[in-house]
């Protein structure tokens, strides 16, 4: 049994974890470990570490473990040319490099929303969940996007049997106001937040929840007469608590967000002609998996014009295994191996 690496890493913690490929394709989990990233002065003896304390990945009998057979690192961050720099760590990370300080001949970065697309083919039951049902036609583009603390979007494209990631920043394109309100509201945030342009995941997203809800206390609640007014830590999650108990001020932030949430899915799924299916994932998914399922969010995403038809048929469907990146990361690691 081969032994996979995987990680996911971020600019506060990394999620490193290894993994054997099974012989009827199912990949096990030996070992996982959190590090806090800041702690490390690069990645290559935070993988040492790990490897060095990891149960199960090799032969009791032999002193010496075996390395891993391959490792994929999805990365919060673009990847060019086989290097990465993450925005909130002084790491440059290089392929080749990293090859050479752990030993691991074939390794690989991906961006980590990118990575997800490998992981789609191989989800459980108990790792995703019906948004909208749907047929996926074989062979056709898929779409992944999902909103956290900013949004994510890639696509994954069809190619010799097997599925190519290619990764987006559709998330800052213009954000595109659709009626009276979503336009009040990017006026105001342009002047709040002082920008030039107001980029997509600034309202889709679990921080553009928040701001949803600021938006609206600033226009009904000036005096900061509303509970909400004194949330601090986690807006967007006192907002969908908020909903949760029938709030209107939440519950119009929430059904506004879902709105510009479901617009934005169906404006990318034309755009790749994404009819092989469409995957929410994202801390927000599993959270709110039953309001992604209510009319907000699906007329929103089938109002198209003409095109809504294309639409209609495509299935939907959210991520909801919190661990989703380093599964992925696993899957592209056994990939590599062929």
Not at 314 to 337: K, N, Y
Request: with cysteine.
């Amino acid at each position: 049994m081969a032994a996979l690496l995987a990680g996911d890493i971020g600019g506060t913690k990394t999620l490193l974890a290894l993994y054997s490929a099974e012989p009827h394709g199912e990949l096990r989990l030996l070992a996982s470990q959190r590090y806090v990233s800041a702690e490390w002065p690069d990645l290559a003896p935070m993988v040492a570490d790990f490897l060095a304390g990891s149960e199960g990945s090799g032969d009791p009998g032999q002193g010496q473990k075996p390395l891993p057979a391959a490792a994929c690192f999805a990365v919060a961050g673009p990847v060019e040319g086989g290097s990465a720099r993450l925005t909130n760590l002084p790491w440059q990370l290089s392929e080749s490099r990293l090859a050479a300080g752990t030993g691991i001949g074939r390794l690989e970065l991906v961006n980590d929303f990118a990575v997800l697309v490998y992981g789609l083919p191989h989800l459980q039951a108990d790792q995703q969940a019906v948004i909208q049902p749907g047929q996926g036609i074989a062979g056709e583009p898929l779409l992944v996007l999902g909103a956290g603390t900013g949004l994510g979007v890639a696509f994954g494209i069809p190619a010799e049997g097997a599925l190519l990631a290619l990764a987006s920043e559709a998330a800052h394109g213009e954000f595109a106001p659709r009626s009276t309100a979503e336009w009040e509201l990017k006026q105001w945030l342009l002047a709040d937040l002082a920008l030039e342009r107001l980029s997509i995941e600034r309202v889709v997203s679990g921080t553009g929840l928040g701001h949803v809800a600021r938006w609206l206390l600033h226009c009904r609640h000036p005096a900061g007469d509303h509970p909400l007014a004194g949330e601090a830590e986690d807006l967007p999650a006192a907002v969908a608590a908020a909903a949760g108990r029938g709030d209107p001020l939440a519950t119009e932030a929430l059904e506004l967000w879902l709105g510009a949430y479901g617009s934005v899915c169906g404006d990318l799924a034309l755009t790749g002609l994404c009819r092989g299916g469409i995957w929410l994932a994202g801390g927000t998914a599993g959270k709110l998996l039953e309001a992604l399922r209510g009319p907000s969010f699906r007329q929103a995403f089938l109002a198209k014009g003409r095109l809504g038809r294309v639409l209609e048929p495509i299935p939907i469907t959210a991520v909801v295994d919190p661990a989703i990146g380093q599964f992925s990361a696993a899957c592209r690691a056994r990939m590599l191996m062929n």
